[in-house]
């Protein structure tokens, strides 16, 4: 499996997620960091993605979890 996070998804989607975080947490480096985790989660399940949308639904669900319970 490829670790890396493609490039389309940051391009496409982490200005918004980062935006949705900060609506959560005004700090900017702790919401980087939940984006960032965001990303290395939706890695692991990368192959159930069927479109952009998909995608982006799927990433600000790992987002909102990880907004709620850091921990997880």
Excluded: G
Excluded at 29 to 48: I, K, P
Aim: aromatic content about 8%; glycine content about 0%; proline content about 4%.
């Amino acid at each position: 499996m490829n670790n890396t996070i493609p490039k389309d998804w940051i391009e496409n989607h982490f200005e918004y997620l980062l935006s949705y975080a900060q609506e959560q947490i005004p700090d900017r480096s702790q919401a980087e960091n939940l984006v960032n985790e965001t990303f290395r989660l939706a890695l692991a399940a990368q192959a159930t993605f069927s479109s952009d949308s998909a995608l982006r639904k799927c990433l600000t669900a790992i987002l909102k979890n990880k907004i709620s319970d850091p921990k997880k």
